[in-house]
């Protein structure tokens, strides 16, 4: 059954960093194309980065371009997303996600419970 868990969202200052990660069980990051997505109060979850292919190329949307990197660790079955230079505007529940190859779009698994990430200015 997969199983994502997020972690390591939190409260900052604009400016500011932070690391989310995402363990998974029920299937191997290194064989899947893992992304994060995020969710705003109020709008449509939003994709922010992710693999082309399982650790392969990464995409990001505009908007966090340069400032947000995805990351995996296959020994720890765990995907990252570190955050720089976070806005007021990034903040919004993270999920990590599967997705179909080459693309932004999730696979139908249960999503986690995401973890919040609130940037004041």
Do not use: H
Request: aromatic share 10%; charged share 20%.
């Amino acid at each position: 059954q997969v199983q994502l868990v997020e972690s390591g969202g939190g409260s900052v200052q604009a400016g500011g960093s932070l690391r989310l990660s995402c363990v998974a069980s029920g299937f191997s990051v290194s064989a899947d194309s893992m992304g994060w997505f995020r969710q705003a109060s109020g709008q449509e979850r939003e994709g922010v980065a992710r693999f082309g292919r399982p650790g392969g190329t990464t995409y990001y949307a505009d908007s966090v371009k340069g400032r947000f990197t995805i990351s995996q660790d296959n020994a720890k079955n765990t995907v990252y997303l570190q955050m720089n230079s976070l806005k007021p505007e990034d903040t919004a529940m993270y999920y990590c996600a599967r997705v179909y190859l080459m693309t932004w779009k999730p696979k139908p698994d249960r999503w986690g419970q995401g973890t919040q990430v609130t940037v004041s200015s």
